[in-house]
């Protein structure tokens, strides 16, 4: 019995290189580009000046915000210098903090 060589078939894939009906190396991609937005109009200095008031209003509320985290990290600092200045005797560490 002879053995006959196997036959190979050819479907097409992957296609030859480069992909010669476009034209460069590789195919085009299979969505549109995005598109080109127009730039924002400018602003009148009546409404920049309204913009950068409310953003000075929410930096302050920030600032304040921070402030007061910072006097709680403080006042949780000297209490646990006292802790350790009395032997390590003292107050367990608080929970989490209370939320919004």
């Given at each position: 019995?002879?053995?006959?060589?196997?036959?190979?078939?050819?479907?097409?894939?992957?296609?030859?290189?480069?992909?010669?009906?476009?034209?460069?190396?590789?195919?085009p991609?299979?969505?549109?580009?995005?598109?080109?937005?127009?730039?924002?109009p400018?602003?009148?200095?009546?409404?920049?000046?309204?913009?950068?008031?409310?953003?000075?209003?929410?930096?302050?509320?920030?600032?304040?915000?921070?402030?007061?985290?910072?006097?709680?990290?403080?006042?949780?600092?000297?209490?646990?210098?006292?802790?350790?200045?009395?032997?390590?005797?003292?107050?367990?560490?608080?929970?989490?903090?209370?939320?919004?």
């Open positions: 019995m002879t053995t006959q060589p196997r036959r190979r078939r050819y479907w097409g894939y992957p296609p030859p290189y480069p992909y010669p009906q476009y034209g460069y190396g590789y195919p991609y299979g969505y549109p580009p995005a598109p080109a937005y127009p730039p924002a400018p602003m009148t200095p009546e409404d920049e000046l309204a913009y950068l008031e409310d953003y000075k209003r929410s930096l302050e509320e920030e600032k304040a915000d921070i402030e007061q985290e910072i006097n709680q990290v403080e006042q949780r600092i000297k209490e646990l210098r006292e802790m350790i200045e009395r032997g390590g005797q003292g107050q367990p560490p608080p929970g989490p903090p209370p939320g919004p």
